[in-house]
């Protein structure tokens, strides 16, 4: 997983390669990541 933050706009841009769903990896058919915009104050860290 990687994440970017930019300071100007207080969110965090989270890509992954999958998801989680009812315990199921779903993963992108084209083999690309998911990406995510996360307001700032509430992303955790998982590092």
Same mark, same amino acid.
């Given at each position: 997983?990687?994440?970017? #933050?930019?300071? %100007?706009?207080?969110?965090?841009?989270?890509? #992954? /390669?999958?998801?989680? &769903? %009812?315990? &199921?990896?779903?993963?992108? &058919? %084209?083999?690309?990541?998911?990406?995510?915009?996360? /307001?700032? %104050?509430?992303?955790?860290?998982?590092?």
């Amino acid at each position: 997983m990687f994440f970017e #933050t930019t300071q %100007n706009s207080g969110v965090v841009v989270v890509y #992954t /390669p999958y998801i989680t &769903k %009812n315990g &199921k990896r779903i993963y992108r &058919k %084209n083999g690309g990541m998911f990406r995510f915009e996360v /307001p700032a %104050n509430e992303y955790r860290c998982h590092i």
